[in-house]
């Protein structure tokens, strides 16, 4: 559905500005977006192989196993239909770790995989509880350092690209605790009404 509306956005633009004889202007704004994509893209690159790079290294080190130990104990919380040692367990704690450092494209093969995982474990084509919470965990996102907007902002020579770290911090783990208790009021609100 939303490819229908962007494209459909597209086809009106463009007829609208063959109408109103400002399709040089949308031929200059398009080659213009393309080389500004390009250059944007080769920079976030450069920053994600590095971040990747240092995870890489963090987990043949063992800090990611750590850290994986020490978040353990909350994740078991929220998600108590899975057992500890199911390897829906390990795909979840390794997405966790991705976002905490902002890499959400390294994430997201993670999160597939503990969906998978957690589908199975279900056994059904519906959201289970935990294919819920942790959609919403992982929508709100507790990050640390916003790697891929560093990088934005790096590219587009910001003085002080760092200095979101505090307010990052601060933002997403206000969203996380706000998505973890919504969560639980809905799943206690669908309990009671079941019963």
Known sequence: MVNYIWAGMAIIGIVYAMFNGTMDKVNEALFE????A???SIGLISVLVFWLGLMRVAEQAGLLKKLTNLFKPLVTRLFPEIPKDDPA????????????FGLGNAATPMGIK?????????GSDKASRSMITFL???TSSL???PTTVIAIRMQYDSIAPTEIVATTIMA???TSTAAIIVDRLFYLRR?????
């Open 172 to 174: 997403t783990l206000v």
């Open 89 to 100: 367990m390990g795909y979840i704690l390794s997405n966790f770790t991705a976002n905490l």
């Open 136 to 138: 919403v965990i992982n």
């Open 143 to 145: 990050t640390l350092i």
């Open 33 to 36: 977006s393309a080389n500004e």
């Open 191 to 195: 309990v009671r009404k079941t019963k």
């Open 38 to 40: 390009v250059t944007l």
């Open 114 to 122: 503990a969906m998978e995982e957690m589908k199975r474990l279900s």
